[in-house]
């Protein structure tokens, strides 16, 4: 079964809103979550890392002040994409990890539409 | 940073065949290597990894050889089935860091044709 859960699967909205998405580790505490951004037909694209209780780790090219992320507890880490716009419509996917050198579990990803 | 190459991009075999994915990757020092299965709007799930310590590893219908020395490593599927059909993603993880992201591939559309 599916070790991690990802909120909202689908969101369509507006240029100019604010959308949150949430990724939980249902059976375990994830010392460190990850979140990947993938575009159509395309590979997964590491955006940034976050560890429970620290600043989030972002990949160069990554806006962090567009891409916030909290990694508020152990099992809960969220994305907020501020003032969305169209070239922002992807696809979002977290994933954690048990420990260090475990492997990745991944949610089933956001599909995010910005009109 | 690193970097991994996919092939093929597509990949269609007839239902009881064998099929195989093959990656490269740039980072020496990269030394885990996991296989996911993606199918549509799904996200990834892992089925299969290999560490730098071990050439190569199986389970049931699914096996992955690793060659440290080419930098490659490769998916091997046996006996496929339709609901083997989905795209496959290779990925590797750079420096010896026990919590860092992963590089993937570009990703292998494997269709299995009844």
């Not at chain 1, 507006?14 to 998405?21: A, L, N, P, R």
């Not at chain 1, 567009?66 to 994933?95: G, Q």
């Not at chain 2, 219908?61 to 609901?83: C, G, M, W, Y």
């Amino acid at each position: 079964g599916a070790v991690v859960s990802q909120h909202p699967s689908r969101v369509i909205c507006k240029s100019g809103t604010s959308v949150k998405i949430e990724c939980r580790s249902l059976d375990f505490q994830a010392t460190t979550m990850f979140w990947y951004r993938q575009f159509p037909k395309q590979s997964l694209m590491l955006m940034a890392t976050s560890n429970e209780g620290s600043k989030a780790t972002y990949e160069q090219g990554v806006e962090k002040d567009k891409f916030l992320i909290n990694h508020a507890s152990l099992t809960l880490s969220t994305l907020t994409v501020t003032s969305a716009h169209p070239e922002d419509s992807s696809f979002y996917i977290c994933s954690a990890i048990r420990g260090a050198y475990q492997p990745q579990h991944f949610g089933d990803g956001t599909r995010l539409s910005i009109l | 940073g690193e970097n991994v190459e996919q092939h093929p991009s597509t990949l269609s075999v007839q239902e009881g065949d064998s099929a195989v994915i093959k990656c490269t990757y740039s980072d020496s020092a990269s030394n885990y290597f996991p296989w996911y299965k993606q199918e549509l709007g799904k996200g990834p799930q892992l089925i299969i990894d290999i560490r730098s310590n071990v050439g190569e590893k199986k389970d049931q219908r699914i096996a992955v050889t690793l060659n440290k020395t080419a930098k490659h490593f490769s998916l091997h599927i046996t006996e496929t089935q339709p609901e083997d059909s989905a795209v496959y993603f290779c990925a590797a993880k750079e420096g010896g860091g026990g919590a860092d992201g992963l590089t993937f591939g570009k990703g292998t559309h494997l269709i299995i044709q009844p």
